[in-house]
């Protein structure tokens, strides 16, 4: 239990290559900062989980090939159109791809939270997504008649890693609503988190920031990374930089242009 | 000129559509759809709610991103809308790949929340902007979610209608067939089969879809695009003319 902040890279020690990785959507806090840390260490065969979905984080990680398997329901840049080192990985066979859909995923990672090796999911049956899982399963609910369900294994992680606007000395992680951050620390063997800002005090002891921590208890470890999910948003705090974003889906279309944008946004900016 | 854009048409389509319910959700890279729930919210007087994936003021969820998917499978969202990269003529959706999967020629972002959502809402909006015989086909390469299910699969939901650029399709969950409903101003009957993949069905007279009244375009471009820019800033900027906030200001 060292939750205590920690510099960025040595906060990040710890996930070697080959780690399951479980990451927020978009808009629910993404840790831009340490991925471009952990790219620029040369992290490698990464077993990606987006819960349930992923943008530039995912396309950046693949593009710079640090990706072997992605379990995902969708990348996309959103506005900014489809991701292309994601379509491109796709087309060039170059990654696996789990192919889910949203609440798949996060049944999968609350299966893990409560420590049960499956569970249970309505739809999926009839679709393609369900065909090529065969990791999942179709069984007749056994409280009912002639009622086929699917089941879904457990997720369970090796790291969750996500951005927040604050934490304690404490290793408390205020998430506020972004309540799929808690259901991945509770999933994952070790939670490491990137945030805005140092709160003085003890976050469990107020009663209202409380209900929107995460207890140091599922924290491993916990570094200060200012505007730390940029160029995406982070709510309540800051908006997408759209400017960069647009860029960068310009850039990425072609690989030079995305080695380009590696060698300008991801490893330069160490100095910076 | 008609005096409104192809986006307000096509929202205030939707605005009929969605009808009188307790709650809408929409989710990724759905303006058009967005525009018509919060319009008819407004003017609603707050009802329904609304839940807009990805905004911090337009959604109640306070569970997590989950809290919309087990709100659904508990039959508490009413509407919701899905698109894909390919339609068929039985409700079929591809939001994944076109060819082989384990080698595909063209690939999509993924199917999203449809593997579920369009089994347990039970109204789901399809919407696909682009009517061509690209997007509407005879036969999806790739089922992201089926238009239908075998009897003694748990389907409350599923699709009741399509919205393109060019008309309004109704579903028919028994035929698992499309109807032709309207056809927006400017286009004609022969313009929609001459671009569309799969056959449907259409009465004698096809009427034309009606305009969007003043009432609702004020609206839309007053009260909307500004609650609208919070998630779709590039589409409220380029569709209502708003500036889109500086991403380096706190």
């Given at each position: 239990m060292s939750a205590v902040p920690r510099d960025l890279d040595e906060a990040l020690a710890n996930i070697a290559d080959g780690a399951m990785v479980v990451v927020p959507p978009d808009y629910g806090g993404v840790a831009m900062e340490a991925t471009r840390a952990l790219l620029r260490r040369g992290i490698a065969r990464l077993h990606l989980v987006t819960l349930p979905a992923s943008s530039l984080q995912a396309d950046l990680l693949i593009g710079a090939g640090a990706v072997a398997t992605i379990e995902t329901s969708a990348v996309s840049l959103?506005?900014?159109?489809?991701?292309?080192?994601?379509?491109?990985?796709i087309l060039g066979k170059t990654i696996t791809m789990k192919d889910a859909t949203c609440p798949a995923l996060y049944a999968s990672i609350q299966a893990a939270e409560k420590g049960v090796p499956f569970i249970p999911l309505r739809g999926l049956i009839g679709s393609d997504i369900l065909k090529h899982r065969p990791d999942w399963r179709v069984i007749d609910n056994p409280f009912g008649n002639n009622d086929p369900i699917v089941l879904l294994p457990a997720i369970k992680p090796d790291f969750a890693l996500f951005h927040a606007g604050m934490a304690d000395r404490f290793g408390n992680v205020?998430?506020?609503?972004?309540?799929?951050l808690m259901t991945m620390a509770h999933a994952a063997a070790r939670?490491?988190?990137?945030?805005?800002k140092l709160h003085d005090g003890n976050l469990l002891e107020d009663p209202f920031l409380s209900a929107g921590t995460v207890p140091g208890f599922y924290i491993e470890t916990v570094a200060v990374a200012p505007r730390g999910a940029w160029p995406l948003p982070l709510l309540d705090h800051y908006p997408a930089d759209g400017a960069h974003l647009a860029e960068y889906a310009r850039l990425a279309a072609t690989a030079e242009g995305f080695a380009r944008?590696?060698?300008?946004?991801?490893?330069?900016?160490k100095a910076a | 000129m008609p005096g409104f854009l192809p986006e307000e048409l096509l929202?205030?389509?939707?605005?009929?559509?969605i009808g009188d319910v307790r709650h809408v959700a929409v989710g990724n890279a759905s303006p058009i759809p967005a525009t018509a729930a919060l319009a008819l919210r407004e003017r609603g007087g707050g009802k329904p709610y609304v839940s807009l994936l990805g905004s911090r003021r337009h959604m109640f969820f306070t569970d997590g991103g989950r809290e919309l998917f087990d709100c659904a499978g508990q039959g508490r969202v009413d509407v919701f809308f899905l698109s894909g990269g390919e339609i068929d003529g039985a409700g079929n959706i591809n939001l994944v790949?076109?060819?082989?999967?384990?080698?595909?020629?063209?690939?999509?972002?993924?199917?999203?929340?449809?593997?579920?959502?369009?089994?347990?809402?039970?109204?789901?909006?399809?919407?696909?902007?682009?009517?061509?015989?690209?997007?509407l086909v005879p036969r999806v390469s790739f089922i992201s979610a089926p238009g239908g299910n075998a009897e003694n699969v748990h389907r409350p939901g599923g699709p009741v209608a399509l919205v393109t650029n060019r008309?309004?399709?109704?579903?028919?969950?028994?035929?698992?067939?499309?109807?032709?409903?309207?056809?927006?101003?400017g286009h004609t009957v022969a313009d929609v089969i001459e671009n569309t993949g799969f056959d449907f069905d259409r009465p004698d007279e096809v009427p034309v879809t009606p305009a969007p009244s003043a009432e609702t375009l004020a609206l839309m471009r007053e009260v909307v695009a500004p609650q609208l820019a919070e998630v779709y800033p590039q589409?409220?900027?380029?569709?209502?003319?708003?500036?889109?906030?500086?991403?380096?200001?706190?």
């Open positions: 959103g506005e900014f159109g489809p991701a292309p080192r994601f379509t491109a990985a205020f998430i506020g609503r972004d309540r799929e939670t490491i988190a990137t945030v805005e944008y590696l060698d300008q946004h991801v490893h330069a900016r | 929202a205030d389509v939707i605005m009929r559509l790949s076109i060819g082989d999967y384990a080698q595909p020629n063209v690939r999509f972002p993924g199917s999203f929340g449809s593997g579920y959502l369009y089994y347990v809402v039970p109204k789901v909006i399809l919407f696909r902007v682009e009517h061509s015989r690209r997007t008309c309004l399709f109704s579903f028919d969950r028994t035929a698992k067939r499309f109807r032709l409903d309207s056809v927006h101003p589409f409220a900027q380029r569709v209502f003319g708003l500036k889109v906030a500086a991403a380096s200001s706190e």
